[in-house]
Each structure stands twice: as structure tokens, then as C-alpha cells.
T-cell receptor, first 114, second 116 residues
């Protein structure tokens, strides 16, 4: 069965520091992987996705993630945090080959201090 | 509107009451999804529609949960005889694609249900 584990429910960084949010997945089928962000009082928004092809994926707002099959990981990074990056981040994997659902991790709350 | 709209935004129900939650997807979007998000958890899949057809309802937790999308646009999630464990935020998402692979899901802000 497919599953997603996000290590660290809360990550705190200083403005300008590297952001690293960890995601490991388990999938019995070739995975399609996603990162979504949820700002307070807003709906989830897609940051980036991996489907096929290049394993380093670039998304919006300077975020990127690398698909590492051998490590079953899809960690999210940003070289320099900004105050506006404070939000909750969810990693997700396709639930099945039919593509009818995503399985989300429990989320990581990112805090950015000045 | 330009985005996915959900109503009501907040609903308080007494245990045993029936509730109905509405989702207006982005116009023309083929796919519609319902998710349940408990406090401190990630969204959990409930059901998926492609146009008016409910192709996957494997996530519905019990037969008290029912969803419909009769004309392939607006969808309603109905919960009968609500229980305290039903308290959660119910998220609706739509997509112009017929599967999750190709593109992003556009989420509404959710309907927060509290069962007393």
C-alpha cells in the first residue's frame, strides 16, 4: 500500500537560511509525487510535482525537490527562506495506478524567524 | 468565482443530525475530489468523481457518508447521523484532468464541521 512519511511536524528556520522538509514514501507502483502548501485560511496550493523524467523538479517561489528512488525520498528544499514561506507543507503520492486519489503526509509546519 | 467554492465554511451539528456540504468546482473541471482533514493530520481521500460518475469511493469511512455530483458540476457530501469523530475539515478539490497524474488539484478552503 502507498504511504507518505514527513519527518518533523514542525521545522523552524531563520530568514535567509536553507529550508529542508523531508518526505519519504512507500509505493508498490511507480510513484507520482507532489508537494502542496497551505497558507493560513487558504486552500492547498501545488508547489511542484514529479511525474516522469528529470528527477530534480523546480516549483514556485524558489522551491525544488529531488526524487531519489533508491532512498524512496522526495525532500523539499529552498536555498534561502523568506518570512512569507511560513505555512504548512504536505507531501503526497498517487494512491493507485488509476490515479483517482492522492495520499498525503501529516504535514510539516514551517516557521521563519527574522 | 475563479476558484473552488465550498459552503458552509463552518457547520456545528448535534450528534445524530444530518449535514450536507456543498462544493462548487472551477467551471469545466472534469475531476472532483473530497478529502477529510482531521486536526493535525493531512487530508485523507474520501471519494472521486469524473464528471457525474463516482469512480472511486474507497475512502468513505462508513455508509453514513454519501456524495453525489448529478450534473457533473456541483457536488454535495452528505453525512447522516453525525458522530463526534466526524468533526474535521472537509476539503473539495477539482482538476481539469481526468486523473491526478497530469496536473494539479485546485482546493477550496474547506468546510469545518464540529459535531457536539
Amino acid at each position: 500500500a502507498q504511504s507518505v512519511t514527513q519527518l518533523g511536524s514542525h521545522v523552524s528556520v531563520s530568514e535567509g537560511a536553507l529550508v529542508l522538509l523531508r518526505c519519504n514514501y512507500s509505493s508498490s507502483v511507480p510513484p507520482y509525487l507532489f508537494w502542496y502548501v497551505q497558507y493560513p485560511n487558504q486552500g492547498l496550493q501545488l508547489l511542484l510535482k514529479y511525474t516522469t523524467g528529470a528527477t530534480l523538479v523546480k516549483g514556485i517561489n524558489g522551491f525544488e525537490a529531488e526524487f531519489k528512488k533508491s532512498e524512496t525520498s522526495f525532500h523539499l528544499t529552498k536555498p534561502s527562506a523568506h518570512m512569507s514561506d511560513a505555512a504548512e507543507y504536505f507531501c503526497a503520492v498517487t494512491a493507485n495506478q488509476a490515479g483517482t486519489a492522492l495520499i498525503f503526509g501529516k504535514g510539516t509546519t514551517l516557521s521563519v524567524s527574522s | 468565482g475563479a476558484g473552488v467554492s465550498q459552503s458552509p465554511r463552518y457547520k456545528v451539528a448535534k450528534r445524530g443530525q444530518d449535514v450536507a456540504l456543498r462544493c462548487d468546482p472551477i467551471s469545466g473541471h472534469v475531476s472532483l475530489f473530497w478529502y477529510q482533514q482531521a486536526l493535525g493530520q493531512g487530508p485523507e481521500f474520501l471519494t472521486y468523481f469524473q464528471n457525474e460518475a463516482q469512480l472511486d469511493k474507497s475512502g468513505l469511512p462508513s455508509d453514513r457518508f454519501f456524495a453525489e455530483r448529478p450534473e457533473g458540476s456541483v457536488s454535495t457530501l452528505k453525512i447522516q447521523r453525525t458522530q463526534q469523530e466526524d468533526s474535521a475539515v472537509y476539503l473539495c478539490a477539482s482538476s481539469p484532468h481526468d486523473r491526478v497524474f497530469a496536473g494539479e488539484l485546485f482546493f477550496g478552503e474547506g468546510s469545518r464541521l464540529t459535531v457536539l
